[in-house]
């Protein structure tokens, strides 16, 4: 389904009786918040489930800096990272004790270490069309109050954004398990031979 963000928004704001906008960067006030609350909207619906759609995998090197304590390695996430969903090291059993600090990852597990994570997909023609109805619902529950000043229909949406995103996670994860993460070096083959 091709969808852009206008088209999110737009149904966001027919939802809350509003008018629809040609771009977010239309003189209007709700064209400012949807310009405003976007990012940050797409980005918690992300990071609230691993989403086919935005599911991807990385191989970090270790930085060239030990941690000052308790961990040996950190690792730099990749830019577009939202959420771990799975760490795995070179011998391609996965790593659960680490954790993250900032954008940085720190475990005791030598390099390179791999991760299945969630990234933020700024494409929402990649989006899947419970997804992007997700985004809409969520986007119309913080948009309630700043443009109808009702706390009622602001929790009134927010009901309806969590029954969207109950629905659009059953029918993600049902359509497989995101993919593990596996080293694909030769060293990694070799040593998950054993």
């Given amino acids: 389904m091709a969808t852009s963000v206008i088209e999110i928004c737009n149904n966001a704001l027919l939802d ?76 391609g059993e ?27 997909e700024a494409d929402p023609r990649k989006y899947d069309s419970l997804l992007a109805e997700t985004l809409s619902a969520r986007l119309a529950a913080t948009l309630a109050y700043p443009l109808s000043g009702s706390t009622a229909l602001a929790q009134s949406y927010w009901k309806v954004y969590q029954d969207k995103l109950r629905e659009a996670r059953g029918v993600d994860a049902r359509e497989g398990v995101p993919e593990s993460v596996t080293p694909k070096n030769w060293l990694g083959a070799k040593m998950g031979a054993r």
């Fill in 94 to 120: 996965e790593v659960r004790d680490w954790e993250i600090q900032s954008n940085i990852i720190l475990c005791d597990e030598e390099a390179p270490l791999f991760i299945s994570y969630v990234r933020c």
């Fill in 16 to 91: 809350l009786g509003e008018d629809v906008i040609m771009s977010l960067g239309d003189n209007s006030k709700a064209a400012g918040l949807c310009n405003h609350r976007w990012p940050a909207v797409r980005d918690a619906v992300l990071r609230s489930h691993p989403w086919n759609c935005a599911m991807a995998q990385a191989e970090l090197a270790a930085g060239t800096v030990a941690p000052l304590w308790r961990w040996e390695y950190k690792y730099n996430l990749p830019v577009d990272f939202l959420r771990i969903i799975q760490v795995v090291g070179v011998n």
